[in-house]
């Protein structure tokens, strides 16, 4: 389809340029220990393994440098007042370090800035300074910084600045990274990166979901040459995805000017994960010394009918496609606006819209309030889920127990509202939708140095869709009808010589990264 786009705009942002000497001047890169191995698989043998792959990976030459342990390295406890590394952990925690630096890379640990961590080891509330101190006589690097148990009515900005300041008095450089309960505003003040909202999942929607809530917070205008807005930790690698969905995640981080810390098992990673993970035209776009992150130029519902009008999960609005009336007595979710019901497609485990059927097992859907699931009346073994789809649509699975594992089930957890939205619970921007059945199209752009741009085209459509885009230069902020070379981030592919615009087939859940360079 021929691609017509009102919204164009790539805004010059006022940045202080790079700063030689000074900690993130672009993205920092490296690895954390918590998407894979969370609490209990952190230990001394696994972080001195991880860093002697990043280097043999060749994950070093293009530029990951940090190995960063999350949450648990630390003892229950405080030793005389401060941080000691849990000892049932790690044995010879100096020696760690410094095998990790004579490696050529960097070191980094976490912290909070309540009384306790996340996990319920020691926080650095009022231990600020102790604890910096302590950071800089063991190397460290970078310090992430969390938000869990802080104690009602806690200044954010005063305990954030508390530890920025101590690491400043240290005179060691260390990045600071932080949570998104500190103000936007004024975050680049106390640290060098924040977290756009909520943990990442390794699953697209969880993925695409944090993309689109930085653009909705119109975040990109805070990110320059030292500070940065964080994405969370990259889930390639993990399993969650498809390849393609790890291109994209790749993609979005790379052009949005995320930290690119990675958090998969790097002991065990597949060559076509590391193709990704190293692809150096993506990194060359999210290390550009310009440091101005790309916006969202345009974004159009794509209006593709399949042979089944499937039920989505898009950004929760007001409109009818999103409410829908809930018949307690008949079990059935009617959408009025489209005049259908919500049914499981025959012999699929796809949610579709059909015609209303009096009585039809296949339409009627048990509302539990307690555990907020949708069960199929026959079965309270299945519930409606939105993680396990392979497109933007909405299936049926095997239930989650929500009181066992709240983190995995939430996405089978639904609020039905007042006006009758079906919010899903764990993903609080996104709704039950009966739409067009297609999906969306978002353009991304922003400009790199010597008057390149770089530019990101995806769809959130099922992956065997095809969308034929045309994108024009104004389309993408470029005022000019000179000549642009268009090369193909991903397929290391010079496309040609464009004037005025280039197409491309966007596949669903693929992005697709270019480099436009003038001739």
Not at 83 to 100: C, E, R, S, V, Y
Not at 117 to 139: M, N, Q, V, Y
Not at 356 to 374: E, M, V
């Amino acid at each position: 389809m021929m691609l017509s786009m009102l919204v164009a705009i790539i805004a010059a942002v006022a940045t202080a340029g790079v700063v030689e000497g000074q900690v993130a001047q672009t993205p920092p890169m490296g690895w954390n220990s918590w998407n894979h191995y969370h609490c209990d698989g952190l230990n001394e043998t696994i972080v001195s393994l991880t860093a002697d792959m990043m280097v043999l990976s060749g994950l070093k030459n293009v530029g990951y440098q940090y190995i960063n342990l999350d949450d648990c390295w630390a003892a229950p406890e405080r030793a005389g007042g401060g941080l000691t590394p849990d000892p049932q952990k790690f044995q010879n925690f100096t020696g760690m370090i410094a095998h990790i630096k004579a490696l050529g890379l960097k070191f980094g640990l976490y912290t909070d800035r309540g009384t306790k961590t996340c996990a319920g080891r020691p926080g650095s509330l009022d231990h600020e300074d102790i604890d910096a101190k302590a950071f800089a006589s063991w190397g460290v690097d970078y310090v992430k910084n969390d938000d869990c148990n802080t104690p009602p009515g806690s200044n954010v900005t005063a305990q954030y600045a508390a530890m920025f300041d101590a690491i400043q008095a240290t005179g060691r450089p260390m990045v600071h990274s932080i949570k998104s309960s500190q103000p936007v505003e004024t975050a680049h003040l106390v640290s060098n990166m924040r977290r756009v909202w909520t943990d990442i999942r390794d699953q697209y929607p969880s993925m695409l979901s944090l993309v689109l809530h930085s653009v909705s917070s119109d975040l990109s205008q805070y990110a320059h040459p030292g500070f940065w807005n964080d994405l969370d930790m990259l889930e390639i690698g993990n399993g969650g995805m498809t390849l393609s969905e790890y291109q994209t995640h790749m993609s979005y981080w790379c052009i949005l000017k995320a930290p690119l810390i990675l958090g998969n098992d790097l002991t065990n990673v597949s060559a076509d994960v590391l193709a990704i993970l190293t692809n150096e035209e993506a990194i060359a776009i999210n290390q550009d010394l310009l440091g101005v992150q790309a916006r969202l130029v345009a974004r159009s519902l794509l209006e593709h009918h399949w042979e089944i009008n499937i039920v989505t999960a898009l950004q929760c609005t007001e409109a009818g496609t999103q409410q829908w009336k809930y018949d307690e007595d008949k079990m059935t979710l009617y959408n009025e606006k489209r005049g259908w019901c919500m049914s499981r497609d025959e012999g699929t485990a796809v949610v579709v819209l059909s015609d209303c059927i009096a009585n039809s097992t296949q339409q009627q859907w048990n509302y539990n309030k307690n555990t907020r699931q949708l069960h199929p009346v026959d079965s309270d073994e299945l519930c409606v889920d939105v993680y396990q789809m392979q497109g933007p649509g909405v299936t049926v699975a095997k239930c989650k127990d929500p009181t066992q594992s709240p983190f995995v089930s939430g996405n089978q957890g639904f609020i039905i509202t007042p006006i009758g939205n079906i919010r899903v619970n764990s993903l609080n921007n996104l709704c039950l939708d009966a739409g067009l059945g297609g999906g969306q199209l978002f353009v991304f752009a922003g400009p790199l140095t010597g008057g390149s741009v770089a530019v990101m085209l995806s769809s959130d459509t099922p992956a065997n869709i095809v969308s034929n885009v045309t994108v024009t230069w104004q389309d993408i902020g470029l005022h000019t009808d000179a000549p642009y070379y268009v090369r193909d981030v991903w397929q290391h592919k010079d496309l040609g010589v464009f004037e005025n615009s280039f197409t491309a087939d966007v596949l669903g859940h693929e992005g697709m990264l270019f480099k436009l360079t003038p001739v």
